[in-house]
C-alpha cells in the first residue's frame, strides 16, 4: 500500500497472531489458546445507518464467548460478518478487518459458502427445514459433498448425540423435523451445525423463543460444545451470559464493544462506567 | 330514542338498530345470489352440455325423451371411445373421438414439455437469483406475456413459429415440406403462452417460503444453486405443482392459438410436423354457423364438449387432491 498510516507499518499477520496470543491468555485448561476470530477496526454500514463502530476484538478458542448489549446495538450484525450471512443483506457494508485463523474473510479470494463451511450457524428461532430428522442433520453433509467420504448415518447419529437429542428421536429419524418441539428443534439446529464438524458455532439468542426448561437444556449442552468447538453466543439476557460463558464482550448502543473480559470480571468487577450501569439495570 | 324504554347496558344500538340489521341481511342476501350465479351457471353449461350429447347417442335429448320421445341409438359408445377415424361430417361419416382426443393430449404434453421447465426455472430465477431491478422489468413483462389475446398466439404460430422457425428445420434436417399447420408449432406456441402461469404462480409460492430455511441452508455453506432446488423447490412444492395443474388444464382448453397453429386434421400421427386437430379446434370448425342444428355433426359438437368438460374437470379434482396431499409444511 503506498499510503499507510499504520504506525508499525510492517504488521503482517503472523505478528498480529503472536500479540493475540498474549492478549488472550489462558483457555479453560490453563493452556494458552489463540484467537480463532479476529476484529480490527471493524465498521458496519446498512446504507447510511452505522452498526458497528469500531470494534477490534479476539475471540479465544474452544471458550464460550457471549456478546451481550441492548436491544440493536450490532450483536446479531456482528455475528453475520464471522460467517459472511451479512452479504445476504444488500445494503450491508462492511470495513476494516475480520479474520479467520489470521486471513481476513473479507479478501477477495476467500469463497464464502467454504467459510461457512467451518463456521456453523444456529438461530433464533429454530429454523429446521420441512425434511426428516436425518435429512436435515445430513443436510450440511450432502451440500458439502461429504457424504460420500463419511459415514452417513454415523455422522447423523453422532451430531444428534452431540445435540443431546439422539435419545429422544433415535426411533423416529424418519419423521419430520416440523414434528419436534421447540426445544428439539432447536436441539435439531445444534445438531445440523455440528454434523459437518465445523471449527466454529454461531448462536444468535438461541435460546430467547423457548421455555426455560428447553432453554437450560441448550445452556448445559453449549458448556460441552466449547470442549469441540469454539462457540460465540450473542445472547440479551444477562443471566444466561454469565452461567455459561468464559469471556463475555458488551457492546453499546451505536455499536461500539465497550468492554472485553473474562465473564467473572464483566459481571464483577466491570472496568466502564457503562457496563457497570447495564450490568445493573440502569442502562438498557 | 324513546326514553321509555331501558336503554340496556349500550349495546342495543339504539333506535338504528333494526334498519341496520335489515341492512344487513339485505347484503348478505345480495353477496349470496352473486356467488350462487356462478354455481347455477356452472351447472346450467353441465346440464345443456349432457342434454344435447344424449341426442348424439341416444337420438333425442333427455328432455325429449322425459316428453316421450323414443331413445333409438345413433352413435354407439364403443364406435365413439374406440374408433379411430373422427369425420361426423363426411359423406362416410365416422364418429371414433380418439383422433382429436390423442390432437389434444399430444398439444397439452408436448406444450407441458415446454412450459414447466421453463417457467420452473425462471421462477426460481426471480425468486431466488434476480436482483429487485431485474425482477422489477421481468415480472411486469411476463405478465403482458399473459395477457395477450390468444388469436394473437395463433397467428404468431402461423406467421412465424411455422414458416420461419419449424419449416426450415423440417426440410433441412428430415426433408419433411411442411404446410400451414403442425403438432409441433401447437405445441410450441402453447408452450409458451402457459410459461407465465407456471412461472407467475410458482414464483409466489417460492417467495412465500420464509427466509429462515434459506439461511439455515446458506450457514451450512449451501450454494444457492442447493438452496433453490433443495429447500426453496421442495418447501413450495404444492403451489408450484398446482402451478403446472392449472397450465395443463389451460392447454387442455386453449382453442384459437392451437386451431391456427395445429390445424384441421384429424389423425394420429407421431410426426411433429404433422397438421393434426383437437377437439377444441373441431369444435370451432363446426360452430362457423354452416352447421345445421339438429345435424349429427351439430350433436357431436356436445359430445366432444361434455368430454372436454369431463377431463378439465378431471385436472381440477386432481389439484385439489394434491394440494390437500402436499400442504405447505413450514409455518
Ligand atoms: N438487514 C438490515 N437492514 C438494515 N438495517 C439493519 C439490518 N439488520 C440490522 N440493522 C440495523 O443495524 C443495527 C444493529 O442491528 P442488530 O445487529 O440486529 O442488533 P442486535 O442483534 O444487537 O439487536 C440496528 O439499528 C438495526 O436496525
Ligand atoms: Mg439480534
Known amino acids: 500500500m503506498a499510503t499507510d ?27 494458552p489458546t489463540e484467537p ?48 459472511r450471512m ?30 461457512r463451511r467451518k463456521i456453523g450457524m444456529v438461530f433464533q428461532k429454530p429454523n429446521p427445514f420441512p425434511k426428516s430428522i436425518y435429512d436435515n442433520v445430513a443436510y450440511g453433509l450432502r451440500v458439502q459433498g461429504m457424504a460420500g467420504d463419511v459415514d452417513l448415518d454415523a455422522a447423523v447419529e453422532r451430531a444428534l448425540r452431540g445435540a443431546a437429542l439422539w435419545d429422544e428421536v433415535n426411533d423416529q429419524l424418519d ?8 426445544g428439539q428443534q432447536q436441539r435439531l439446529c445444534i445438531a445440523r451445525a455440528i454434523a459437518p464438524d465445523p471449527e466454529v458455532i454461531l448462536m444468535d439468542e438461541p435460546t430467547s423463543a423457548l421455555d426455560p426448561v428447553a432453554a437450560s437444556k441448550i445452556e448445559d449442552l453449549i458448556d460441552d460444545l466449547a470442549d469441540e468447538y469454539t462457540v460465540i453466543i450473542v445472547t440479551h439476557n444477562m443471566q444466561q451470559a454469565a452461567r455459561i460463558s468464559d469471556k463475555t464482550a458488551v457492546f453499546l448502543t451505536g455499536g461500539n464493544l465497550v468492554e472485553f473480559d473474562e465473564t467473572p470480571t464483566i459481571f464483577e468487577n466491570p472496568a466502564d462506567d457503562r457496563v457497570e450501569d447495564y450490568i445493573t439495570g440502569k442502562f438498557g | 330514542m324513546s326514553t321509555e324504554t331501558n336503554p340496556g347496558p349500550g349495546i342495543t344500538g339504539g333506535g338504528g338498530a333494526e334498519e341496520d340489521m335489515a341492512a344487513n341481511r339485505r347484503a348478505r342476501r345480495l353477496l349470496f345470489g352473486c356467488a350462487a350465479i356462478t354455481v347455477v351457471t356452472t351447472l346450467a353449461i353441465f346440464f345443456v352440455l349432457l342434454d344435447n350429447a344424449a341426442s348424439y347417442f341416444f337420438g333425442a335429448r333427455f328432455t325429449e325423451m322425459l316428453l316421450g320421445a323414443s331413445a333409438e341409438r345413433s352413435v354407439t359408445f364403443t364406435e365413439f371411445f374406440t ?6 361430417d363426411h359423406a362416410t361419416p365416422a364418429h371414433g373421438v380418439l383422433p382429436i382426443v390423442f390432437g389434444t393430449l399430444a398439444i397439452t404434453v408436448g406444450a407441458a414439455f415446454v412450459s414447466i421447465p421453463i417457467g420452473t426455472a425462471t421462477a426460481i430465477y426471480l425468486s431466488e ?23 394473437v398466439y395463433g397467428y404468431f404460430a402461423i406467421a412465424f413459429i411455422n414458416p420461419v422457425v419449424l419449416s426450415p428445420i423440417a426440410e433441412t434436417l428430415f426433408g419433411i415440406n411442411i404446410g400451414r399447420y403442425s403438432m409441433l408449432s401447437g405445441m410450441l406456441v402453447v408452450g409458451i403462452m402457459t410459461i407465465p402461469m407456471v412461472s407467475s404462480i410458482s414464483e409466489d409460492a417460492m ?3 420464509p427466509d429462515d ?9 449451501a450454494t444457492k444453486f442447493d438452496v433453490s432446488t433443495k429447500i426453496v423447490l421442495p418447501a413450495s412444492i404444492s403451489g408450484v405443482f398446482a402451478s403446472y395443474i392449472l397450465a395443463v388444464s389451460r392447454a387442455i382448453g386453449e382453442t384459437m392459438a392451437v386451431t391456427l397453429a395445429a390445424g384441421f386434421n384429424a389423425n394420429i400421427t407421431p410426426n411433429p410436423f404433422d397438421e393434426i386437430m383437437t377437439m377444441t379446434a373441431y369444435m370451432v370448425s363446426m360452430a362457423r354457423g354452416t352447421t345445421a342444428v339438429g345435424t349429427v355433426e351439430y350433436q357431436s359438437l356436445f359430445a366432444v364438449g361434455l368430454l372436454l368438460f369431463v377431463m378439465t374437470l378431471a385436472m381440477n379434482l386432481c389439484n385439489d387432491w394434491f394440494k390437500r396431499r402436499f400442504q405447505e409444511e413450514y409455518r
Open chain 1, 175 to 182: 419423521s419430520s423435523g416440523l414434528d419436534l418441539s421447540g
Open chain 1, 86 to 115: 451479512n452479504d445476504q443483506i444488500d445494503s450491508c457494508r462492511i470495513d476494516g478487518e475480520l479474520s479467520f485463523h489470521g486471513k481476513n474473510v473479507y479478501d477477495e479470494d476467500v469463497d464464502p459458502v467454504a467459510l
Open chain 1, 5 to 31: 498510516h499504520e504506525s508499525e507499518p510492517t504488521t503482517n499477520d503472523a505478528q498480529l497472531i503472536t500479540t493475540d496470543v498474549q492478549a488472550t491468555g489462558t483457555g479453560r485448561n490453563g493452556e
Open chain 2, 207 to 209: 417467495s412465500a417460503v
Open chain 2, 213 to 221: 430455511l434459506r439461511n439455515g441452508a446458506y450457514a451450512l455453506g
Open chain 2, 129 to 151: 437469483y434476480a436482483s429487485d431491478g431485474v425482477r422489477a422489468k421481468l415480472k411486469p413483462t411476463l405478465e403482458i406475456l399473459a395477457g395477450i389475446p390468444t388469436i
Open chain 1, 36 to 83: 480463532v476470530v479476529t476484529a480490527r477496526d471493524l465498521d458496519v454500514h446498512y446504507g447510511a445507518e452505522q452498526a458497528l463502530n469500531d470494534v477490534d476484538i479476539d475471540i479465544p478458542e474452544h471458550r464460550v464467548t457471549a456478546i451481550i448489549g441492548p436491544s440493536g446495538c450490532g450483536k446479531s450484525t456482528f455475528l453475520r460478518c464471522v460467517n
Open chain 2, 83 to 88: 374408433g379411430a377415424r373422427w369425420a361426423p
